[in-house]
């Protein structure tokens, strides 16, 4: 069955991305439009692996703070950025503080390049 109601969000999506922001469920809800079940359901799943919760990312901040400063740029793929704030304390807590605040901003920016790396996968298998 296709679902093709622009107006409100694919069923599909909802039963498998539960658990994401409102701001990540429109992005890919328009991303995916036309898309069939079956190939709804194999990018929720591929995209589920890749995903970071905005939540971790901000207890992964906070633990810098406390801990190893950096942690959560590795986690998020930043290995420059990770090794940086990694030898310099966070850049002197202040970048720690500066992502801890901005944390879903990261997890947006990072979970949006998931999204298009998703697609782009999807549509290498296609072919």
Known sequence: ME???????NPVLLK??????PEELI?????????GDDEL???????RS???DPQTILLLCL???VCVSGIHRFVMGQ??????????G???LIGTIVDAINHKDLAMEYNGKMIAETLSMLNMIKR
């Open 90 to 92: 966070g850049l002197c």
């Open 16 to 21: 498998h991305l539960y658990d994401v922001t």
């Open 79 to 88: 290995v420059g950025m990770g090794i940086l704030y990694f030898f310099t």
């Open 27 to 35: 992005t890919i809800n328009s991303r995916t439009q036309g898309f």
């Open 63 to 65: 633990l810098g703070l």
């Open 50 to 52: 890749k995903r970071k």
């Open 3 to 9: 679902y093709n109601n622009s107006n409100s969000v």
């Open 41 to 47: 359901t194999h990018f929720c799943m591929i995209y």
